[in-house]
Antibody, heavy 122, light 108 residues
Framework: EVQLVEAGGGLVQPGGSLKLSCATS????????MFWVRQAPGKGLEWLGR??????????TYAASIKGRFTISRDDSRNTAFLQMDSLRAEDTALYYC?????????????WGQGTLVTVSS | SYELTQPPSVSVSPGHTARITCSGD??????AYWYQQKSGQAPVLVIY???KRPSGIPERFSGSSSGTVATLTISGAQVEDEADYYC???????????FGTGTQVSVL
C-alpha cells in the first residue's frame, strides 16, 4: 500500500520558519519526482514546486509565489521529501500536501498525502 | 504568470451530463490533467494526459482537448460526483505547473 505522510505543520509567527516532511512507502521513492501543493482555507489548489530524481540531478523548480523563500529537498535513503519554509507570511497559511506522479510502462501513478496544516499568525 | 480558467460552478441533474472546461494558452501543446476533490479530502486524479482514465476511475469520466480548451465530461452524473474539480497543466516551458481556478460541481 502506498503511503505519503506529511508532518511538521503548526502555528508559526510571521517571518518565522518551518520544515515539513513527507515520509513515503509502497513505491520506489528514488525513481519518483516529488511535488508540494498547498490549499489555503476555502481556496483552490496551488502548485508550489518539484524536485526531480538523482539522474536528473535533483533539479528543483518553484512557483513564483514561494521562490527564494521555500526550498524542496529529498533524502532517498529515508524515502522522505522536505519543504523548508522561511520568511513565512500570513498568506502562506494553508494545508500543505506532498504528492508524486509518474509513468511506469503504460501505467500512470499519482499519489497524495493527507496534508499538514500550517498557520502563520501572531 | 500562466492561468488556467474554469467556470466557478456547474450544476447537473442526476443521470445527465456535466461538462467542465479549462482554458489555457499552452493547452494546444501541453497535456491536461483533472483532479476531483471532495470536501475534506485530498485530490484524486480522474483524467491524465487529456483523455486517459486511471485505474479505478468510473467510465463516466472522460476528457478531451481541442485547441486552448480542455474538457472534463461526466456522463450520467451521480450524486457522489459532487465535488470540486481542478484542471492541471504546465506552461510552455513545461517546467512550471499550474492548477485551474476550480469548478464546483453540484448534482441535484
Amino acid at each position: 500500500e502506498v503511503q505519503l505522510v506529511e508532518a511538521g505543520g503548526g502555528l508559526v509567527q510571521p517571518g518565522g520558519s518551518l520544515k515539513l516532511s513527507c515520509a513515503t512507502s509502497g513505491f520506489i521513492f528514488s525513481a519518483a519526482p516529488m511535488f508540494w501543493v498547498r490549499q489555503a482555507p476555502g481556496k483552490g489548489l496551488e502548485w508550489l514546486g518539484r524536485i526531480r530524481i538523482k539522474t536528473k540531478n535533483y533539479a528543483t523548480t518553484y512557483a513564483a509565489s514561494i521562490k527564494g523563500r521555500f526550498t524542496i529537498s529529498r533524502d532517498d535513503s529515508r524515502n522522505t521529501a522536505f519543504l523548508q519554509m522561511d520568511s513565512l507570511r500570513a498568506e502562506d497559511t494553508a494545508l500543505y500536501y506532498c504528492t508524486t506522479s509518474y509513468s511506469f510502462g503504460s501505467v500512470f501513478f499519482d499519489y497524495w498525502g493527507q496534508g499538514t496544516l500550517v498557520t502563520v499568525s501572531s | 504568470s500562466y492561468e488556467l480558467t474554469q467556470p466557478p460552478s456547474v450544476s447537473v441533474s442526476p443521470g445527465h451530463t456535466a461538462r467542465i472546461t479549462c482554458s489555457g494558452d499552452a493547452l494546444p501543446t501541453q497535456y491536461a490533467y483533472w483532479y476531483q476533490q471532495k470536501s475534506g479530502q485530498a485530490p484524486v486524479l480522474v483524467i491524465y494526459e487529456d483523455a486517459k482514465r486511471p485505474s479505478g476511475i468510473p467510465e463516466r469520466f472522460s476528457g478531451s482537448s481541442s485547441g486552448t480548451v480542455a474538457t472534463l465530461t461526466i456522463s450520467g452524473a451521480q450524486v457522489e460526483d459532487e465535488a470540486d474539480y481542478y484542471c492541471y497543466s504546465t506552461d510552455s516551458s513545461a517546467d512550471l505547473w499550474f492548477f485551474g481556478t476550480g469548478t464546483q460541481v453540484s448534482v441535484l
